[in-house]
Each structure stands twice: as structure tokens, then as C-alpha cells.
């Protein structure tokens, strides 16, 4: 904190400023507090590991214990390890979920050396997750999980910020978060910029309301419009309404509907579990921009996404 108020990046009070005039003041700012956040993450796993009991952890689910372990598969030239309990019975509730990362040890992770593994995907009464190799003497005696500090999601915030100040050449979306549009409301003011070779114009929705009405001719004038409304009034209705008229006669749509739960290997593309006769294996499914895609590479239509 001292290196940044030196610096002049944030104020005396700690507070960040509302635009900053260079990238690098930007990342200087924020590279650290991801850094603190992760520490932050870090040490309340280690201070719950410590000083809760067993049935602290299970109770919040962060923890089970008395598992068996037994190989299950591979994965990419790694282990997959399937934990139950003993009579496979249902493990009841618990915070574990695909991607997440855990520490498998005997009973100490504190004392112990834990292995870091993922959780590839669970059911009522098993957990499968993934490691580097198998631990000695995997299928004998009993196992416990902790969730630990998900590290991936910090890395992918540290990348994606060095990222934008890596970017040449003044791209938009960094001038944008720095603050650095000269004239934001006339830049949203423009007219949005789709087209292509073969797009056919369509033509305006019909059967809106006086509010909609109002909101499609914004949405088809101006680059940002933002539409606000209470549920039921038909807002996703318009915005397919717009999004095919602004793509055109011929153009092809999907509705994607975002949730704390929907993740990139949906969307673009990701590994899907499939049974087969000899077991399970794991294929590379597209998700729902990639199916899009494909269905627009055959021909001269114009694609809209919109969620």
C-alpha cells in the first residue's frame, strides 16, 4: 500500500480513483489487491483447517472424511480417483463442485503433506477428482477432503488484467475501463456497426407496447442502450426482436441465459463425461457459441449472441 500511495495511484484514505490516466497506473493498483485477496483466501483456509473441529467442517460442508479411495480412469495423462464412503452411501450435503479445488490427505493437512487435486464431477454418494498421480497405497485404509484456496480463479484474474495492459494500440475495452473515452455519451450515441456482404435488412418489431416501442428505436439508433424493467414486461422478448433486426432478415439467433453456475465449457466448449461399454471416458463437447458457429459456417448468414 505504501509503494502505491507513493506512487500517487490511490489517495491517503486508500480509496482508488474513478479514472486513471495511464494503464500502468491502473495495474499497479489492482495486481496487488488481487495478490491480497488470494492471501486473504489462503489464510482463512489455513486458520479453519487448525482451529475447527471435524464436525465444524462437515457441517459447513467444507470438509469429508472417512472416505475410500480408488483409481477411476484417466484423464489428459492424469489420475482420476473416485472417493465414497463406506456401503456407498450418500454423502448428504456438502460445498464441493466440479473445478474446485481440494487437498486429499489421510487425516492432517496440516501435519501431512496434502495433495492438491480438482474435482472433475460428484454425484449423492461419490466424489471423482483429479491428480497428478496416484497416492501410495491409494485403495487401502481411509481418506478426507478440504476445499482449499482456488488459486486458478485469482491467476485467471491476474491474467486477464495484465492482458488488457499488455493490449497495443489503445483498445477500446481498456480505454474504456480507465475511464478513458474522451466523449462516452457520444461514443454510445453512435449507431451500432453491423453488416456484411449478404445481410438482408428486416424489417422494424411489431406488437410492442409504448415502452418497448421506445426502447427498441434506442437499442436501433444508439450503441448502449440499457433496458430496465420488472419481471414479466417483456424485456428478453425485445432484445431477440432487436438482435434480429439489427443482424437482419436472415440472420440466426440463440438465447443464452447467464447464471452463477454457467461456465465456459458450456458456452464455448469443455470435456463432458460419457458412458460407454468399457466405463467412462471423457469427450471434448462443443457448447452453445461453438454449435452457433457451425451453423452459420455453410452459409453467408449473419450471427447474433445475446444474453
Not at 30 to 54: F, K, V
Not at 96 to 107: C, E, K, P, T, Y
Amino acid at each position: 500500500m505504501c509503494r502505491l500511495l507513493c506512487r500517487g495511484v490511490v489517495s491517503s484514505d486508500g480509496a482508488l480513483p474513478a479514472r486513471f490516466s495511464r494503464s500502468q497506473d491502473h495495474h499497479e493498483a489492482y495486481l496487488p489487491l488481487i495478490q491480497w485477496e488470494l492471501d486473504d483466501e489462503l489464510d482463512a483456509t489455513d486458520e479453519r483447517l487448525r482451529n475447527w473441529s471435524r464436525a465444524k467442517l462437515a457441517s459447513h460442508g467444507l470438509a469429508l472424511f472417512d472416505l475410500r479411495a480408488r483409481p477411476d480412469g484417466w484423464l489428459f495423462g492424469q489420475r482420476i480417483v473416485k472417493l465414497e464412503l463406506d456401503g456407498r452411501v450418500d454423502m448428504g450435503q456438502h460445498r464441493f463442485r466440479q473445478g474446485d479445488i481440494v487437498m486429499l490427505s489421510r487425516g492432517d493437512p496440516i501435519g501431512e503433506k496434502p495433495i492438491e487435486a480438482i474435482v472433475s464431477d460428484r454425484s449423492r454418494n461419490r466424489i471423482r477428482i483429479v491428480l497428478p498421480e496416484l497416492p501410495s497405497g491409494v485403495r487401502s485404509g481411509y481418506w478426507r477432503i478440504d476445499r482449499a484456496a482456488n488459486k486458478v480463479a485469482f491467476d485467471r484474474m491476474r491474467d486477464a488484467l495484465n492482458s488488457i495492459f499488455e493490449e497495443e494500440g489503445g483498445a477500446p475495452l481498456r480505454d474504456l475501463l480507465l475511464g478513458l473515452v474522451h466523449d462516452p455519451v457520444g461514443t454510445a450515441s453512435l449507431g451500432p456497426e453491423l453488416g456484411g456482404a449478404n445481410r438482408r435488412p428486416a424489417s422494424r418489431p411489431e406488437g410492442l407496447n409504448e415502452s418497448q416501442k421506445v426502447a427498441c428505436e434506442a437499442a436501433i439508433s444508439q450503441r448502449l442502450t440499457l433496458i430496465q424493467g420488472p419481471p414479466g414486461t417483456g424485456k428478453t422478448y425485445l432484445t431477440k426482436k432487436i438482435i434480429q433486426f439489427l443482424g437482419g432478415e436472415d440472420s440466426i439467433s440463440d438465447l443464452v441465459q447467464f447464471h452463477p453456475s454457467y461456465g465456459y465449457e458450456e458456452f464455448v466448449e469443455g470435456l463432458r463425461p460419457v458412458t460407454t461399454d468399457t466405463g467412462l471416458k471423457f469427450d471434448v463437447v462443443p457448447g452453445r457459441l461453438l454449435n452457433l458457429l457451425e451453423k452459420t459456417e455453410n452459409n453467408s448468414y449473419i450471427y447474433s449472441l445475446y444474453h
